[in-house]
C-alpha cells in the first residue's frame, strides 16, 4: 500500500498492492495498521453508491459533532472525483484537486473534514465505495453549487448529459453559506 | 438494517436499506452502531476479491491470536456461499449453512470465528468484498476439502467448470485437520 501525498495538505493518494490469478483479483482495500500509521483512523460507517453515466453527486460535507472524513474509492466504473479544501485557515483554501478513480487502478482518496467532495459518474454501472469517520447526521450536511464559479471545476462530459438529484441542484454558492471549517 | 438469525446459531443475514433514486441507489453497507447492538465489531480489515464464473474460493478459516470473524457481501454477480460450523463445542459442529449473495439483495452474512467459509461464483465479474475482524496472518490459515464428504456440501454448477487454486485443491479433509476451534 503506497501513500501518496497530493498538491493540497491532508488529502492523500492511496494505491493498494493488487494480487492477481487465474481466479480474478484479491486486495486489500483497508488495513487499520498502515492507515493509522498516517493519521487516517476513526471510521464507523461504510457506504455503497450506485450511478448511470452522467450522474453528478456533490459537493458535499458533513461538519459538527459528527464531522467527516471520507475514504472514497471506485469498485467498478469510473468516475472523476473532486475534493475542494474549505479550511478557512489552510494556505490552499478554495483550491480544489481531482482524480480519476476507477475499478483498475483501485485507488482511493482519503479527504479529512474541511473538504466539499463531489463526483462525476464517467461510465454506467458504475460502483462507489466510502468510509467515513463520523456517522450520517442531517444536521451536519452542507453543499455548495458543482457549477459555483468559485470553485472554477472542470468537469469532463457534456453539461447537459448531466444527472443531479433536485437536492443537489438547489444548493447555494460557496459565498453565501457559513461555513463551519 | 435487518439482523435475521440462521439457524445455526451465531451466523446472522443482514438486509440493509437500499434508497433508489433516478440516480441510481445508495447504501449503508455497515454502521458501527446496529452492528455493536447485535454483538457484532471489532473490524480491522476490508478485502476485495474479484472472482470469473465458476472460481471457488474455500474452505477457509483464520484461527489464533488473529482469528476472524467475517462480514461478507456480494458487491456486483453472484454467488452460492456457504459457512461450515467446526465450533467443537457447538450443537450444530459439521452443519453448514448456505446463501445465494448478489449484488441486488445486497444481503451480508456474519460468520464468527470459528467456521470454515468458502463460496462459489455463479457470474463473471463477481465482487466480493468482506470485513475481518482480525489482521491477515499466514500462521493461523487452515483450510479443509470443499469436496470433503464429511461436510456434504451441494455446489450448484458443473464441477468439471470449476476454477480453484493450487492451494485450495491440496487442502486436507476435516477429519485430518487438528481443530483449534
Ligand atoms: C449519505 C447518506 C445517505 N443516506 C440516505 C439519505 C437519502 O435518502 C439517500 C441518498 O442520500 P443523498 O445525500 O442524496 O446521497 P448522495 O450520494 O448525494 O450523498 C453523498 O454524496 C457524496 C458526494 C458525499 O461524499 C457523501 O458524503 C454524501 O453526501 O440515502 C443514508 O441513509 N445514510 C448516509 O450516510
Ligand atoms: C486473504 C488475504 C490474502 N492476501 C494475499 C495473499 C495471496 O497472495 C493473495 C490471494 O490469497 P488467497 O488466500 O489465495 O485468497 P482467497 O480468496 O482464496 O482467500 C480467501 O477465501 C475466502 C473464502 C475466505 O473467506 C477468506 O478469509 C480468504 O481465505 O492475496 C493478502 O494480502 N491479505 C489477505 O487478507
Known amino acids: 500500500m503506497n501513500f501518496v501525498p497530493t498538491p493540497i495538505p491532508g488529502l492523500v ?3 493498494p498492492q493488487i494480487w492477481k490469478d487465474e481466479r480474478g483479483f484479491f486486495i486489500e482495500t483497508y488495513n487499520e495498521k498502515p492507515f493509522s500509521t498516517h493519521g487516517i483512523s476513526g471510521f464507523v460507517q461504510d457506504n455503497l453508491s450506485y450511478s448511470h453515466r452522467g450522474v453528478l453527486r456533490g459537493m458535499h460535507a458533513q461538519a459538527g459533532d459528527n464531522a467527516q472524513g471520507k475514504l472514497v474509492r471506485v469498485l467498478r466504473g469510473r468516475v472523476f472525483d473532486v475534493a475542494v479544501d474549505i479550511r478557512k ?14 475499478g483498475e487502478n483501485a485507488k482511493s482518496l482519503w479527504i479529512p473534514p474541511g473538504f466539499l467532495h463531489g463526483f462525476l459518474a464517467l461510465e454506467d454501472d458504475t460502483l462507489f465505495a466510502y468510509k467515513v469517520t ?25 453539461h447537459d448529459e448531466f444527472i443531479i438529484s433536485a437536492k443537489d441542484r438547489q444548493l447555494p454558492l460557496l459565498k453565501e453559506i457559513s461555513n463551519p471549517f
Not at 463520523?134 to 457534456?158: C, H, N, Q, T
Request: no cysteine.
Open 13 to 15: 493518494v492511496i494505491e
Open 89 to 102: 485557515s489552510s494556505s490552499t483554501y478554495g483550491k480544489h484537486f481531482s482524480i480519476i478513480l476507477d
Open 134 to 158: 463520523g456517522f450520517y447526521d442531517k444536521s451536519g450536511e452542507l453543499g455548495v453549487r458543482w457549477d459555483d464559479p468559485e470553485l472554477a471545476i472542470e468537469w469532463p462530459l457534456r
